[in-house]
């Protein structure tokens, strides 16, 4: 008998639960082939709830979702919430709380996918983004004084110390080693303007990489240049490692390189901990209860999920079964465009996975 793993299910907003719907029938095809058991449990955490309760997120959430052993995200953000409120009140509350410290974000060009950049195939897209999670500008200090008036003061800092830094750089590189595709960790920084922040960050790297990652090769790109090459030269990268807003940043561009937020899954990961996978796009108002937003993201992030939680072999059947469909079925990851609709993709996975 296989195992058995509690997941938690958040739908959450727009079209979150329906793309999350499309992910539980695929896992459970999967569960049943390999003979492992999903116990799910959902929870309604987002707008919806928020506008009838007027909670976020109830006190106990974090404690709760601690006792299971992986979560599983549709989206969070509702057109009738002020910004801000639902994505700090939820998905970051939760990142944190859960000490979710990796961001795990593949930029994985799969084949019959259109990509905007030029002559460039599945064979030059391949490439992990590993951004940190719980710091930085995220979680850094700030505040507002003398608010509306000409001497207003708004301050927002970008704080690390080195432990953060230290195991998110220990994830990154064990995480190459683990890949074997290059075994070259780019650190993606700012050091000639962020001298304290990324001076930290740097250092660390070649200490670390110097003493006990010495297979792996290391480089070092800011930023702004790393914009220019993940456009010219995305072939150059193996894995990417850099702080909480440089890795939002540059993940949404890495995601529209593999075909779109239809495609882009991503996994918030606590390593000694319970993680919670979520595709990177939003909950998309424009389509919700349309059948016809892709569900292929929130289908990858449960394979990644699968694979955090050691079904290896069932998470590559999943992408997989992913990449023929893409292959040979679908006319594009846009949703409306897909030739087939929300439910039809996720039984066309579910079926070869079967
Ligand atoms: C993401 C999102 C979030 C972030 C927002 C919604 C808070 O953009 O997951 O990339 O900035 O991390
Ligand atoms: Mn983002």
């Given at each position: 008998?296989?195992?058995t793993?509690?997941?938690?299910?958040?739908?959450?907003?727009?079209?979150?639960?329906?793309v999350?719907?499309e992910?539980?029938?695929?896992l459970?095809?999967s569960a049943?082939?390999?003979g492992f058991?999903l116990?799910m449990?959902e929870f309604d955490y987002g707008?919806?709830?928020?506008?009838k309760?007027?909670?976020?997120?109830?006190?106990?959430?974090?404690?709760?979702?601690?006792?299971?052993?992986?979560?599983?995200?549709?989206a969070i953000g509702?057109?009738d919430?002020?910004p801000g409120?639902?994505?700090k009140g939820?998905?970051?509350k939760?990142?944190f709380?859960?000490d979710?410290?990796?961001?795990?974000?593949?930029?994985?060009l799969?084949?019959?996918?259109e990509?905007?950049?030029k002559?460039?195939?599945?064979?030059?897209?391949d490439?992990?983004?590993?951004r940190e999670?719980?710091?930085?500008?995220?979680t850094?200090?700030?505040?507002i004084?003398?608010?509306?008036?000409q001497?207003?003061?708004?301050?927002?800092?970008m704080v690390y110390n080195?432990?953060?830094?230290e195991?998110?750089?220990r994830?990154?590189?064990?995480?190459?080693r683990?890949?074997?595709k290059n075994?070259?960790l780019?650190?993606?920084?700012?050091t000639?303007v962020?001298?304290?922040?990324y001076?930290l960050?740097?250092r660390?790297?070649?200490?670390?990489g110097?003493a006990?990652?010495?297979?792996?090769k290391r480089?070092?790109?800011?930023?702004?240049?790393?914009?220019?090459?993940?456009v010219?030269n995305?072939?150059?990268?193996?894995?990417?490692?850099?702080?909480?807003l440089f890795?939002?940043?540059?993940?949404?561009l890495?995601?529209i390189?593999q075909?779109?937020m239809g495609i882009?899954?991503g996994?918030?990961i606590?390593?000694e901990g319970?993680s919670?996978?979520?595709?990177i796009?939003g909950?998309?108002?424009k389509?919700?209860?349309?059948n016809?937003i892709?569900?292929?993201?929130?289908?990858?992030?449960?394979?990644?999920m699968l694979d955090?939680l050691g079904?290896?072999?069932?998470?590559?059947e999943?992408?997989?079964?992913?990449?023929?469909?893409t292959?040979?079925?679908?006319?594009s990851?846009d949703a409306?465009?897909?030739?087939?609709s929300?439910?039809?993709?996720?039984?066309?996975v579910?079926e070869?996975?079967?």
């Amino acid at each position: 008998m296989g195992n058995t793993y509690k997941i938690a299910i958040i739908p959450g907003d727009g079209t979150g639960p329906e793309v999350v719907r499309e992910g539980i029938k695929v896992l459970n095809a999967s569960a049943k082939k390999h003979g492992f058991k999903l116990d799910m449990t959902e929870f309604d955490y987002g707008g919806d709830r928020y506008l009838k309760t007027g909670e976020v997120l109830p006190e106990t959430a974090a404690d709760d979702l601690k006792k299971f052993n992986a979560i599983y995200l549709g989206a969070i953000g509702h057109p009738d919430v002020k910004p801000g409120i639902l994505e700090k009140g939820i998905l970051l509350k939760l990142r944190f709380e859960l000490d979710q410290y990796i961001n795990l974000r593949p930029v994985k060009l799969y084949p019959g996918v259109e990509t905007p950049l030029k002559n460039k195939g599945p064979q030059d897209i391949d490439y992990v983004v590993v951004r940190e999670n719980t710091g930085g500008i995220y979680t850094g200090i700030g505040g507002i004084s003398m608010k509306g008036t000409q001497n207003e003061v708004a301050i927002q800092s970008m704080v690390y110390n080195r432990f953060q830094v230290e195991r998110c750089l220990r994830y990154a590189f064990e995480l190459t080693r683990k890949r074997n595709k290059n075994n070259t960790l780019a650190l993606v920084g700012k050091t000639n303007v962020l001298t304290f922040v990324y001076d930290l960050w740097e250092r660390a790297f070649h200490e670390i990489g110097k003493a006990d990652y010495p297979d792996i090769k290391r480089e070092y790109y800011h930023v702004d240049a790393t914009c220019m090459w993940m456009v010219k030269n995305p072939e150059w990268f193996d894995v990417l490692v850099t702080g909480n807003l440089f890795g939002d940043i540059i993940t949404d561009l890495g995601a529209i390189t593999q075909g779109g937020m239809g495609i882009a899954a991503g996994g918030n990961i606590n390593p000694e901990g319970v993680s919670m996978f979520e595709p990177i796009g939003g909950s998309a108002p424009k389509y919700t209860g349309k059948n016809v937003i892709n569900p292929l993201a929130a289908i990858c992030s449960g394979a990644m999920m699968l694979d955090t939680l050691g079904e290896t072999t069932a998470s590559d059947e999943i992408e997989q079964a992913v990449m023929e469909i893409t292959a040979n079925k679908m006319k594009s990851l846009d949703a409306g465009k897909m030739g087939y609709s929300t439910s039809e993709i996720g039984d066309m996975v579910a079926e070869r996975v079967a």
